[in-house]
Nanobody, 118 residues
Framework: QVQLIESGGGLVQAGGSLRLSCAAS????????MGWFRQAPGKERKFVAR????????YYPDSVKGRFTISKDNAKSTVYLQMNSLKPEDTAVYSC???????????WGQGTQVTVSA
C-alpha cells in the first residue's frame, strides 16, 4: 500500500503561482509514473500532468502546457507541481496519483484545494 499526501494548496490571485507537493510513504517506492489531476465542483476529474519516474519524461494537456511543471525528487519520494500564471478556471481540488504501470493509476491522494480569485 502507498499513501500519498498532497500539500501546498491555497488561495491565490489570478496571475499568481503555487507549488504543490505530493509525498509518498508506505511500500517500497517504485512507481512507473506519477500524475496530477484536478476536479472542479460539479465537473469530472481531469488530467493535469504526469512524469515517468525512470527517465523524468513529462506530459501535459494543452490547458496547462507552458504554465505548469511537474518534477520529482527521488530521494524524498516526492512529486511537485509548479503552477504559474494561474487563472480562475484552474480552481479545483488537485490530487496526485501513483501508477505501477503505464496504463493505470493505482493509488490516489486525498487532494488539496487550489482557489484562484479573479
Amino acid at each position: 500500500q502507498v499513501q500519498l499526501i498532497e500539500s501546498g494548496g491555497g488561495l491565490v490571485q489570478a496571475g499568481g503561482s503555487l507549488r504543490l507537493s505530493c509525498a509518498a510513504s508506505g511500500r517500497t517506492f517504485s512507481p512507473y509514473l506519477m500524475g496530477w489531476f484536478r476536479q472542479a465542483p460539479g465537473k469530472e476529474r481531469k488530467f493535469v500532468a504526469r512524469i515517468t519516474w525512470s527517465d523524468g519524461s513529462t506530459y501535459y494537456p494543452d490547458s496547462v502546457k507552458g504554465r505548469f511543471t511537474i518534477s520529482k525528487d527521488n530521494a524524498k519520494s516526492t512529486v511537485y507541481l509548479q503552477m504559474n500564471s494561474l487563472k480562475p478556471e484552474d480552481t479545483a481540488v488537485y490530487s496526485c496519483a501513483y501508477g505501477l504501470t503505464p496504463y493505470t493509476y493505482d493509488y490516489w491522494g486525498q487532494g488539496t484545494q487550489v482557489t484562484v480569485s479573479a
